[in-house]
């Protein structure tokens, strides 16, 4: 129990800044591990002055070999150091150059399989916002799909689905490009959502996550998500859920 509490407390390092303020952007993030320890992984980090990146990854299984993982995977995508950060590549300037989300997740991809090689796969979405271009990029790699809040009202699901990450050899993923503006919101959520089993028998879904985000997308970026997670209790008639929940919303301010 101990070594457990001391884990919960290590992993939850890897979250500290629940809200991050890029200026023109803003990231606000929500982690509920089902246990002491989870294998669900969400964050941020910025590439330049008019882009950020954001991801939700989450790691088959439970416990703390899932939590062990996402530990591994955590610091493959950190923002402080361009070198060890697997979403970067030299440049011929010596420098540093985003890859587009697709090689992302196939950099990812290869690593399990021929680096790790454990029986363990992950499913993630990758998107970078560009507030330059006005665009989102995305990848969606067996990940629930994301939801896109416009500032006129409408929400849409986005996304083009795809395989998990670690599973098959050369695989490939997509990469969706859509047009965003300032006032728009781009939301990543793990499965603990839409998954999660009510009374009825049903699961949340998708409809789930719409009707909620219908009720509370006027509200702030951390009351959202703490908002999505009060109705999926409130629905689901449970505190304790029986998957890890996460969800990462980027404001464009």
């Known amino acids: 129990d101990r070594d457990l509490i001391e884990a919960r407390k290590l992993q939850q390092t890897l979250i500290r800044d629940r809200v991050r303020d890029y200026g023109w952007a803003r990231a606000s993030l929500i982690l509920r591990n089902s246990g002491r320890v989870g294998g669900d992984l969400v964050g941020s980090f910025p590439v330049d002055d008019n882009r950020v990146a ?9 416990g703390v070999a899932s939590a062990m993982m996402t530990t591994r995977l955590a610091g493959f995508l950190t923002g402080s150091s361009p070198d060890q950060n697997l979403a970067f590549r030299k440049a011929s300037d010596g420098g540093h150059e985003l890859l587009p989300p697709d090689a992302v997740a196939e950099r990812f991809n290869r690593l399990m399989l021929e680096e790790i090689q454990v029986e363990q796969y992950f499913t993630m979405a990758f998107a970078v916002v ?15 799909h994301p939801w896109l809040l416009r500032r006129d009202g409408t929400i849409r699901q986005i996304g083009e689905g795809g395989l998990p990450i670690g599973l098959i050899p050369e695989a490939r993923f997509d990469r969706l490009v859509l047009p965003v503006l300032p006032g728009d919101r781009l939301l990543l959520v793990s499965d603990g959502f839409t998954e999660c089993p009510l009374p009825s028998g049903r699961d949340f879904g998708d409809e789930g996550m719409l009707q909620s985000l219908r009720q509370s997308a006027h509200l702030s ?7 999505l997670v009060w109705d999926l209790s ?20």
């Open 221 to 227: 970026g951390p009351d959202l998500l703490e908002a």
């Open 130 to 144: 560009d507030r330059a271009a006005g665009t989102i990029s995305l990848t969606q790699a067996g990940h629930p």
């Open 54 to 62: 954001l991801y939700s990854i989450d790691v088959s299984g439970h």
């Open 234 to 253: 409130y629905q689901s008639g449970v505190d304790a859920f029986p998957d890890d929940v996460s969800g990462i919303v980027l404001d464009m301010l």
